[in-house]
Structure formats: C-alpha cells, structure tokens
C-alpha cells in the first residue's frame, strides 16, 4: 500500500517532532518508525522524555481555562469537523495504519470508522446536561455540576493505535478537559500525528491537545505531573499496575483499561460452521494482539472434536505475511520479543500434553495461525493473555463447569456464549464474572456507546464509553447559594 501520498499527513510539518502548542522538536531526540512487517523506516517522529511531558503539561493547563469556557456547540464542532476530517482522509490514513501497525486493510478501516463514531459520540456528550439540583438540606439553592478534571494525561498502546487513543482524547476533550497523549513510540503516526493532523486542522485551540510518543520514561513522567489531574491507561496488567502505583501516590484519579483472557463458551446445541467461524475471527483478528481477543475456546465436550476439525480447517487457511500484499489474514507480530513469547507458551503447553493441530511456527515475525486442543488449567495458554494467534481449546460437561473455568482467570473482560438457546445461555451470561458478555458472538466487540472495562486485572473499577464517559473524565462541584450570608454562635 501507498504511503508517498501525504496530501493531509503532510510528513514535512511532523518529521522529527512532536505536537505542543505546534510541531516543536523534543529535547529525547528522533526516533525511527519502522513497518514491524519488513522492517523498512516509514518515517520519524520527535521522542519525548520527562523533560518534554513537564512542557507539554504545563501548556496543556494554561490553554485548558479557556477550552473549558468555550461554548458547548464550539467544542462539539470543533469535534465533529475531526471526525469528518478523518474518514475524508481515510483512504490516505489507512495505508499508514496498515504499514506502521502490521494491520490488514479491513482492520485498518475499523480504525478510521470507529475512530470518527468514537469522536462523534464525544462531540454529543459536550452538549449533555451537566449537573443536578439537589434537594434543599436548609434554605439555601445548592446544585452540582460536573466539571472538567482539568488536564487528563492519555497513554496508549500499538494494537489499535488510533481507536484506543482516540476513545480517551475525544471524551476528555468534550467536557472542557486539555490532553497529554503519549502513543506508543511503535505506532506514533496512527496513535498520535494522525489524531494531531485532524484536530489542528479542525481548528483545536492551540496548546489543549499536547502528542508527545515516548517509552515508560514519558509515561511515569505523566504520573507525577503536577499539572496533569487524571490518568487515562490502556495497556498491559503489568504497564497498569505500575501506572496506578506511581499516580495514586501523586493524588491523581487513574482510568485502567487492561488485558483479558476471554473465553468464548460454545455450548452442545451451537451451529457448529458459525461457531468455528466466530472462534477463528475471535482468536486470529489482528493476530491476537486485541484485550478482548478470544484467548480460550470453551467447548462442550460432545461438540468440541467436530468444532476443532471445522477450526483447524480454517486456519489452515489463513496465510500470515505483509498486509501491504493484500493476500493475508493474519499480519506481522509488532516484536521479536513477543513472537518469542508466543512460541514459548505454545510450546510449554504442548510439553505439558496439549495437542498443536495447526501452526506453532512462524516465518519471522509472522505467526502462523494456531490451534492448540486440550488446554488445560495450569498450562500458561489456558491462563495468560497471549496476544499472538493462538486458539486454545478446552472442553466442559455443565454449564456450571464453563462458568467456573470463566471465572477461575485473573482477568475478567470479556466473554461470548454460542447457543440456539438464548435464555440458556442469558442464565450463564448472569454468572460470568466479566465486564461485558457477547451472547451469540464472539469477543472481540467494542463500540463508542458502551461502558467497556472489566473486573480484576482488566481494569479498576472504571469503564470507557458511553455513559460511563461523563463520570470517569469530569467530576462533582457543590455550589450552594445562600441570598445573603447569615450569623453564626461565634
Ligand atoms: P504496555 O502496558 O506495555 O504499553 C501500553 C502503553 O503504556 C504504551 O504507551 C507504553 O509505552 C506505556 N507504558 C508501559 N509501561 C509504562 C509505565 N511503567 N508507565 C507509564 N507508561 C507505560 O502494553 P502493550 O503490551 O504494549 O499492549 C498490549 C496490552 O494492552 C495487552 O495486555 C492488551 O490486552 C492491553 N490492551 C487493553 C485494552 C483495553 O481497552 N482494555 C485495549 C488494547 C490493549
């Protein structure tokens, strides 16, 4: 795919810099964007150290005031122009998404479609009410409003670079919040100069929308930041726990939004031809490398051998190579290192007597779509996070027992139920200890009007999108009125 054309990403305007109050260079310096695919360098962009995160912050809060005093309609315009700027740009956009993150075009165009639901959806949360009259406790008017945290810093990941940047940036910004982002440094363009491009040319005022890539350095910056009020996490358990530490000791509201190991339970009465599919889409999108990817495959013991033939079939069929080809399914994985990860857990779980039925090898960073039957409790791909192209299958007899294999994981995501009968599997939707449950679907769904999050080491407490927006990037003021002040004893 073509990335010489730059009529709107204009790479001479952000080669080698960051987005401050304007495309400024760092002081850490010039890193390398590089296609995790071939390896080829698609561009540079400026890297961000403590240094730069304490300026970007610092102007975020002095141009917050005035962001938050403009007109509802004002920002809602401002963010609707964004979105339309950014699926008119589409077809440019999307081969930079396809390139910098290793994604086949069809996931690449998921980006730039929800990425503009996600930033229309925060445009109509800027015109919602915004408080509550509470009821008299003397004589005097005393009202609540919601009121902008002030500056929210926002750390991404490489998976889905420009939805899950996004999601955060436009809600923040909708309730009169300023933004520090910090993209992953692998996905910079799609995580952050992208999302820069369409707000600077939307009209944001200059200095509420700070984009700065850089490593955990730059991200733990943020967490002691005086300037900065609230933490909006995606990433790994591990990235998380360590943010909510350092944050939480700095007195700042924290948003995790974290790994899962979702299963996807497929109960006797299943079509088996769609199940195999949703559990091929759900374990194979994106290579694996999504929170709520399929990442165990429950299958009811009389149905599982006839479900894992249908499933090894298809990834059989399913080449993994350069997405750019436009011949592949499955595209690169982002690291060496994590390919190395995968085929150690893939690995370990066949050395402790699980069957590998397809894959289990890969060519580079391309891993072969993978089928492991017999997974159990105690071998790492029954109870980690993967995030490589591996379907992990287990079997139950009760439905009991598919719950409780459920709910055994440290995580808590994601789930989905495959059944003819929907009140059977509604009944086993009510026990499962997750955060959102996909009844005749597989996990992998996300969309811009729904409370997304899950319990333990998925997340806080907090969610993101929909209602849950307006409580996790505004807080309470009281304001109470007396019509004139009045004595006390003394
Ligand atoms: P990661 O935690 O290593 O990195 C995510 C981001 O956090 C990056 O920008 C990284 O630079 C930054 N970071 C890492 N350590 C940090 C620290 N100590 N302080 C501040 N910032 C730090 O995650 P990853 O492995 O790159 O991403 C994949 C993980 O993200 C998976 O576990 C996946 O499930 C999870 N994820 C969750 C969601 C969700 O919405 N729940 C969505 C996508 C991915």
């Known amino acids: 795919m073509n990335i010489e054309n730059q009529n709107f990403l204009d790479a001479e305007r952000w080669a080698g810099r960051a987005f401050f109050a304007d495309w400024q260079k760092t002081t850490a310096g010039v890193a390398d964007v590089t296609d995790p695919s071939t390896g080829a360098v698609i561009a540079s962009v400026g890297i961000g150290g403590p240094a730069d995160i304490a300026r970007a912050a610092a102007e975020a809060r002095a141009a917050q005031k005035?962001?938050?005093?403009?007109?509802?309609t004002d920002r809602a315009r401002i963010l609707n122009k964004a979105a339309d700027l950014l699926e008119q740009n589409g077809a440019e956009l999307i081969p930079w998404i396809m390139r910098e993150s290793g994604s086949i075009y069809p996931k690449a165009g998921i980006e730039i479609e929800h990425g503009a639901l996600f930033i229309r959806h925060a445009a109509n949360l800027a015109t919602a009410p915004m408080g509550l009259m509470l009821p008299a406790m003397d004589a005097r008017t005393n009202y609540a409003k919601r009121v902008p945290h002030g500056v929210v810093g926002v750390i991404s990941p490489f998976n889905f670079p420009l939805v899950l940047s996004v999601r955060s940036i436009a809600a923040a910004l909708a309730f009169g919040n300023a933004v520090v982002h910090k993209p992953d440094p692998r996905t910079p363009i799609?995580?952050?100069?992208?999302?820069?491009?369409?707000?600077?040319?939307?009209?944001?005022?200059?200095?509420?929308?700070?984009?700065?890539?850089?490593?955990?350095?730059?991200?733990e910056a943020m967490c002691v930041d005086p300037n900065i009020a609230m933490i909006s996490f995606t990433g790994s358990a591990r990235g998380g726990s360590k943010v909510a530490e350092i944050a939480g000791k700095h007195f700042k509201k924290v948003q995790l939004e974290l790994g899962g190991k979702n299963s996807l339970i497929v109960l006797d009465d299943a079509d088996l031809d769609i199940a195999a599919s949703n559990s091929a889409w759900g374990a194979f999108l994106h290579q694996g490398q999504i929170c709520m990817a399929t990442g165990l495959i429950l299958a009811h013991e009389k149905i599982a051998e006839a479900l894992t033939e249908r499933?090894?079939?298809?990834?059989?069929?399913?080449?993994?190579?350069?997405?750019?080809?436009?011949?592949?399914?499955?595209?690169p994985i982002i690291s060496?290192?994590?390919?190395?990860?995968?085929?150690?857990?893939?690995?370990?779980?066949?050395?402790?007597?699980?069957?590998?039925?397809?894959?289990?090898?890969?060519?580079?960073?391309?891993?072969?779509?993978?089928?492991?039957?017999?997974?159990?409790?105690?071998?790492?791909?029954?109870?980690?996070?993967?995030?490589?192209?591996?379907?992990?299958?287990?079997?139950?007899?009760?439905?009991?027992?598919?719950?409780d294999l459920t709910n055994r994981s440290d995580?808590?995501?994601?789930?989905?139920?495959?059944?003819?009968?929907?009140?059977?599997?509604?009944?086993?939707?009510?026990?499962?200890?997750?955060g959102m449950v996909h009844?005749?679907?597989?996990?992998v769904n996300g969309g811009p009007f729904a409370p997304f999050?899950?319990?333990?080491?998925?997340?806080?407490?907090?969610?993101?999108?929909?209602?849950?927006?307006?409580?996790?990037?505004?807080?309470?003021?009281?304001?109470?009125v007396k019509d004139a002040a009045t004595l006390y004893p003394f």
């Open 439 to 443: 009844v005749n679907d597989q996990t």
């Open 311 to 331: 499933l090894v079939t298809k990834a059989s069929h399913l080449p993994a190579g350069d997405p750019s080809s436009g011949q592949v399914a499955l595209g």
């Open 453 to 480: 999050g899950g319990p333990r080491k998925s997340g806080n407490g907090t969610r993101i999108g929909g209602p849950a927006d307006i409580e996790e990037f505004t807080t309470w003021k009281w304001i109470s």
């Open 336 to 403: 060496d290192g994590q390919v190395k990860a995968i085929q150690e857990i893939v690995d370990e779980a066949v050395a402790k007597g699980a069957t590998l039925l397809a894959g289990g090898t890969h060519d580079g960073r391309h891993y072969a779509a993978t089928v492991l039957a017999g997974v159990k409790p105690g071998m790492r791909a029954f109870d980690e996070e993967i995030f490589g192209p591996v379907a992990c299958i287990a079997t139950f007899e009760t439905d009991q027992e598919a719950i």
């Open 411 to 434: 995580y808590g995501l994601a789930a989905g139920i495959i059944s003819a009968n929907t009140s059977r599997a509604l009944r086993l939707a009510d026990e499962l200890d997750v």
């Open 66 to 72: 005035g962001w938050a005093k403009m007109l509802p």
């Open 190 to 219: 799609s995580g952050g100069i992208i999302i820069a491009r369409i707000f600077e040319e939307a009209g944001l005022p200059k200095g509420v929308l700070q984009i700065v890539p850089g490593g955990a350095d730059a991200g």
